[in-house]
């Protein structure tokens, strides 16, 4: 059904450090039509890869397809309205049931398009193994500002492990609009591993239900601001089911006049026992302009239970630096070496997917205000 997402109300929305988002202030205007044209996909022997309209005519696999595009979106109502209206095209992923991918699903976009609105769907069957990579990146062609909504959707079936690893270094005249949404059944484990570099604007949502006994979910995020980039990040597990298990890490770093908020929630639903929860966000700012608001929350409805979170913001540590420097080292020298310890943890999910190189580079790029050169 179309939906005439103009008559919902216009986004926009403000925080407290000034991150912010509205369409006219960033020179946007949402369009009738958007690209949606799949991005280029590789995977591995076995694993089925269709269009939306090629998975919904399939009696097996359209019940969940639905499911997924039905689910509620969680951002403002003109963008999941404009979402919902054009995304007509995407691609599904479907592991089947049992099968260890060696290697990962490589997803690779460039956006050139002023305008675009994407859908991915991961089935994974029960008890399989897969491993999906997306690498996103701006065209060189690529216009002077684009607005980008993608919604990302990981069903895990019984026993099913999927891992998801993203890098997104989209220009600076790029708005990105990214919602992830995950629901793991009985035994099964999702883990979201996210890169964000690039946008003007970047905003990442990411919503996983734990909804089976002993199901697990994971969450590495890093990112790295500059110049005048706004990043807006959300993460929320919810544990529906007992003996379920959530693992949320940030490490982030920002130059310049760069901001970000960053919200985490653990929500453990009534009536359920042995849940286990855990936040951790890790922040250096590396410019006396450079801004951020850490806001992890609890929900706890159940008294067995295991919960806690820590948040911490600060320098680069000046008697490391120093302890460096009396090694022999220079001052550049040294600052690399604590900048790229700090992100080593997420940095080595990386090595798998193929984007250890690519995201230690981008790293050093950001890093050469303080005198280290890639």
Known sequence: MKIDWRNAPEPSFKYGLNVFFNPKTLGLAFADEASGAPAAVRAPEGVLVMTLAEALADAALAPQVHAALDAKDGREARIAAWHRALAANGVVVRVPDGLECAAPVRIDLELADAHRVENLIVIAGANSRVTVVEHLRSAANAPGRALRSAVTDVIAMPGAKVTHISLQDFGA????????????????????????FGGGFAQSRAVTELAGEGAAAGMKTLFFGRDAQQFDLYQEVRHLASNTHADLRTNGALLDAAKTIYRGLIAIEKGTKGCVGKQKEEVLLLSPKAEIDTVPNLEIASEDVRCGHAASVGRLDKERLFYLMSRGLDEPTAKKFLVEGFFEPIVEEMRAAGLEDMVQCLIAERTAPLGVQC
């Open 173 to 196: 005249r790029v708005t990105d609009l990214a919602l992830k949404r995950g629901r793991a059944e009985r035994d099964a484990s999702i883990t979201w591993v996210e890169c964000v």
